[in-house]
């Protein structure tokens, strides 16, 4: 089975930028199957544009824009690709990158087809230093990465623990309809006490009811963002915002960028 050396992806490359510990790559999907192969190191990789199906030992993931895979180091996969344009950002960490932090290299292991909104924003905002800072965004693309490891041990952890039947019933619906929802018809739908499901909220979703609908409405804006063919009013109707000055205002608020200008990164594939 061939072994994918440090900063070697299939596809055409856009730009790779190079840090310390850390590669970050951009490109273009060209294969129309990859075989079954692994990485030398940890890495994600985040789906920007049109759709991929991956293949592991535990799972097939038919990967869409937004979606984030993270493989450890040796995990074995294959790609078989699409009929449309896909572009995905790669995020791969050596060795040395968890040893400079005191972080256990195993923090996170297998491979995971990751849901988490809030995790893909912190993605989506390592993608965005990388490209408006490029090789000085060191020190925010850490520590964007120190909190997406802390947020997955924390699901890790979880994992182990016994849920109540509510959380899964609630986060698919948030998940479907993010805004279609009363409190006392959430908490209907778990046959849980609106004041026990507000409280107890954040020790499943490690946010509040109101952050995480925001960060679910605000991801899916963003993986929206590179489709052309959707305005910023369409983007806004399509997420559940109120309008499209609701949606520019959420949504600078989470990136401080306007979602234009978050575009025109998304779609700049030229190297700095």
């Known amino acids: 089975m061939k072994c994918s050396k440090a900063g070697q992806f299939y596809g055409k490359t856009n730009e790779t930028v190079f840090l310390d510990g850390l590669i970050l790559n951009d490109a273009d999907y060209l294969h129309d199957r990859v075989d079954w192969h692994y990485h030398e190191n940890a890495y994600f990789t ?7 199906l991956e293949g592991n030992k535990k799972a097939i993931n038919e990967c869409t824009a937004g979606s984030l895979l993270f493989h450890h180091w040796q995990d074995a996969h294959y ?16 060795p040395s990158w968890f040893a400079a932090f005191d972080i256990p290299a195993t923090v996170t292991e297998g491979s995971l087809n990751i849901a988490d909104p809030a995790v893909k924003i912190l993605m989506y905002s390592i993608f965005k230093e990388t490209k408006l800072a490029g090789k000085a965004g060191q020190l925010a693309i ?17 994992a182990g623990k016994r849920k109540p039947q509510w959380v899964n019933k609630v986060k698919d619906a948030l998940h ?26 954040p020790k499943y979703f ?38 499209q000055s609701h949606f520019i205002r959420s949504f600078k608020a989470s990136q401080q960028l306007t979602p234009l200008r978050y575009r025109k990164l998304l779609l700049k594939k030229e190297p700095r």
């Open 46 to 52: 985040f789906i920007l544009q049109g759709s991929v």
């Open 79 to 94: 790609n078989v690709g699409s009929k449309e344009f896909t572009r995905g950002f790669h995020v791969e960490i050596k």
């Open 142 to 158: 850490d520590a964007l990465l120190i909190e997406i490891f802390g947020l997955l041990s924390k699901a890790t952890k979880d």
């Open 176 to 201: 479907a309809a993010p805004d279609s929802w009363q409190l006392i018809d959430l908490a209907r739908l778990g046959n849980i006490h609106p004041v026990h499901l507000s409280r107890d909220f």
């Open 206 to 243: 490690h946010a509040t009811l109101g952050d995480y609908i925001r960060s679910i409405k605000i991801q899916r804006a963003l993986s929206l963002l590179p489709n052309k063919d959707l305005s910023l009013t369409d983007i806004a109707i399509e997420c559940d915002f109120a309008d």
